[in-house]
């Protein structure tokens, strides 16, 4: 069994940083993808950025410029760093890792932005 644990959200304000993490524990495991996904009170989850095993990344428009994931294989672990945060970034962050397989998904953190 894999566990995901994420940490780092909390509550900023508008224009400052915040930067998630989330490490895999448990079972030997090898994830070709990682991701964080979000979402807000009354939307449905939406992908935020993945990354692969090779560092090919992938963001949503709304996070271009803004947002960077990266990734430490040799930790399992997933980041993310948010820099120029907007009060609509508000959300429940989530990060996912998957093989071809199977995939997990963490518990969630919070992030919120006040303006």
């Known amino acids: 069994q894999v566990q995901l644990a994420e940490s780092g959200g909390g509550l900023v304000q508008a224009g400052g940083s915040l930067r998630l993490s989330c490490a895999a524990s448990?079972?030997?495991?090898?994830?070709?993808?990682m991701g964080w996904y979000r979402q807000a009170p009354g939307k449905q989850r939406e992908l935020v950025a993945t990354?692969?095993?090779?560092?090919?990344?992938n963001y949503a428009d709304s996070v271009k410029g803004r947002f960077t994931i990266s990734r430490d294989n040799a930790k399992n672990t997933v980041y993310l760093q948010m820099n120029s945060l907007k009060p609509e970034d508000t959300a429940v962050y989530y990060c996912?890792?998957?093989?071809?397989?199977?995939?997990?998904w963490g518990q969630g953190t919070q992030v919120t932005v006040s303006s």
């Open positions: 448990g079972s030997i495991f090898r994830p070709v993808i």
């Open positions: 996912k890792m998957a093989t071809t397989m199977i995939h997990y």
């Open positions: 990354i692969t095993s090779a560092g090919s990344t």
